[in-house]
């Protein structure tokens, strides 16, 4: 089984367990100015009555885009606070940040997932399980925001009615950008997902999405007025 997970990817923290059952989660567990999010909401299923649930206090978030959006960058950056990371992901790895909302303490376990095609078998397993999707993409490389809506197809085919997706437009200190805000938001705004712009090479507003993502589940979950301490 071991050389199994070597030849799927799974690095940083996967199992054996992560393989079975239904969902590899059952055992798995600065800036200026910064763009905010939409304020559509960014749940899929609004109409839903039931509560999320959110498991051994464990809010689970799955990164997907194409290949060099800087999935990782912007992980890393908001939970170990470091920047630029060029290594390229192989299958999927597991990253935790630990968060306070009042006197309450949850784990915040990220999926980081490769963007390459010969990737996805993996990272469709991890779908259902997660609480909200994060869809990535490069505001300098048109082709990865035409991908979003790839992205976002998957989410629909294998995630649960009541999961939370939030675009993040990432590498904003780039001057030669192709995708402007205007367009990013507009498409966002009319299928009801939350917008986030982020450059994680200097961290600009790198936290603030990443917090209103965890906090929009929190929201899902019947938090009331959750707050973030810091």
Not at 73 to 91: A, D, E, F
Not at 149 to 164: A, D, M, T
Not at 168 to 194: F, M, P, S, W
Request: aromatic share 6%.
């Amino acid at each position: 089984m071991k050389g199994l997970f070597r030849k799927l990817g799974l690095t940083s923290g996967g199992s054996e367990a992560d393989l079975e059952g239904e969902s590899p989660y059952d055992n798995v567990i600065t800036s200026t100015a910064p763009l905010t999010s939409t304020t559509n909401g960014a749940q899929m299923a609004k109409t839903q009555k039931e509560l999320v649930q959110i498991d051994n206090d464990t809010i689970k978030v799955l990164i997907v885009g194409d290949s060099g959006t800087g999935k990782t960058s912007l992980i890393k950056n908001y939970t170990t606070g470091k920047k630029n990371v060029t290594r390229p992901t192989v299958g999927v790895e597991f990253i935790q940040r630990n968060i306070e909302v009042g006197e309450k303490s949850y784990k915040c376990q990220f999926v980081d997932s490769a963007g390459q095609d010969i990737f996805q078998s993996i990272t469709q397993k991890f779908y259902h399980g997660s609480h909200a999707v994060v869809i990535v993409y490069d505001v300098t490389k048109p082709d990865t925001w035409h991908n979003v809506r790839k992205w976002l197809k998957n989410v629909q085919e294998h995630g649960s009615e009541s999961v939370i997706v939030n675009v993040i437009g990432n590498k904003i200190d780039i001057q030669a950008r192709h995708i402007t805000t205007e367009e990013a938001k507009e498409y966002c705004d009319k299928v009801d997902l939350g917008y986030f712009e982020c450059s994680a090479e200097v961290g600009t507003n790198v936290e603030n999405t990443f917090d209103e993502t965890v906090v929009h589940v929190l929201k899902a979950a019947g938090v009331k007025n959750p707050i973030i301490e810091k």
